[in-house]
């Protein structure tokens, strides 16, 4: 490897991950009965750049998408977001993925996910591709979220994804790691997959993790999960509690902060919610608010995601933001 640079961070947060064109069924039909489908797009790291981007806040996103339709479709809406895509690249011979959603009606309650994502563009990528100027890009952030979703896709992607965090913790010293575990059971491969999160949260600052997604590591009580991620040095732990909120352990401190979920009216799409928190909490420490002020934002900002459809849709603006936290 080149010689380590110093780098001044001239962006806030950059994440590296897969964005896929998105249709939802409609009238809360199945996806066999439904004849027709709302088009847009959704990918947790994406979410959680135009989380931040609406905040205010400088954000990039890193991808590979296919030289298709939807890929240019995903790439145009991701930028007028205001979110720079310098090192998201179309690939020829190469396709985007694609995912079906039905959020639940009379005859199905539940949320319903199909991915058709094997072999897209993003799974192909390579430890290859990162550059000496994808380097330089990347290590200009201050902090580099990545989710266990893109551990799981390809052998390539994890080893791409490993590379990308070594050299964003080796030439970037003041460089802070996101780590959101987003387990996905269709993805899920037992022990190897536990292999994989373990040697990437050895990379954390900011691990964040729901309950549900310490039980893929044998953990179901609070305190244990707290103790396990403990491993793996990270500053702040998270756990997400659903409808009790979060709380967030310091490390430093040894300090264990609780922040109450908001009230929900409806649940309307509760994909996206995670992306959301996270940058929630990402907004809070960019501002050098307290733990516990950034914990309540990120509860702030989950609740706009879930009381709207789309995975990326109901995120507020900063004036809205704030005049909800203000007025909550």
């Known amino acids: 490897m ?8 001239n962006s806030d947060a950059v994440s590296m991950g897969e964005t896929m064109a998105l249709f939802t069924a409609h009238s809360g039909k199945t996806l066999e009965q439904s004849h027709e489908f709302t088009k847009s797009f959704g990918g947790a790291e994406s979410n959680f750049a135009i989380a931040l981007a609406r905040l205010g806040h400088s954000a990039s996103w890193i991808s590979r998408l296919g030289e298709d339709d939807f890929g240019h479709y995903i790439h145009k809406a991701i930028r007028a977001e205001n979110v720079d895509t310098s090192f998201t690249q ?36 390579q430890a290859s591709d990162i550059s000496q100027p994808f380097i330089h890009y990347l290590c200009r952030h201050e902090y580099f979220f990545v989710t266990g979703i ?19 913790k080796t030439n970037n010293a003041k460089g802070k790691v996101v780590f959101d575990l987003n387990i996905r059971p269709k993805l899920w491969q037992g022990e190897a997959s536990q292999a994989k999160y373990k040697e990437i949260l050895k990379f954390a600052d900011i691990i964040l993790s729901g309950l549900d997604e310490a039980a893929y590591f044998g953990i179901f009580e609070k305190a244990a999960a707290i103790q396990f991620f403990r491993e793996f040095q990270a500053k702040f732990i998270i756990i997400k509690l659903a409808a009790n909120g979060a709380i967030c352990y310091s490390t430093e401190n040894n300090e264990e902060i609780h922040s109450p979920a908001f009230p929900v009216a409806k649940i309307s799409d509760p994909v996206g919610a995670g992306d959301a928190f996270a940058a929630g909490f990402v907004s809070g420490l960019l501002e050098k608010s307290s733990v516990s002020a950034s914990l309540r934002k990120a509860n702030a900002l989950a609740n706009f995601v879930i009381q709207s459809y789309g995975d990326f849709a109901g995120l507020p603006d900063k004036n809205t933001l704030q005049a909800f936290l203000k007025n909550n």
């Open 90 to 125: 179309h690939i020829l011979a190469e396709r985007t993925g694609i995912y079906f959603k039905s959020l639940g009606g009379a005859s199905h309650p539940s949320l319903v996910i199909r991915y058709y994502r094997q072999l897209s563009a993003f799974s192909n990528m």
């Open 2 to 9: 080149d010689k380590p640079y110093s780098y001044t961070h």
């Open 150 to 168: 893109s551990l799981c896709l390809s052998e390539s992607c994890f080893a791409t994804i490993k590379k990308a965090l070594q050299v964003f």
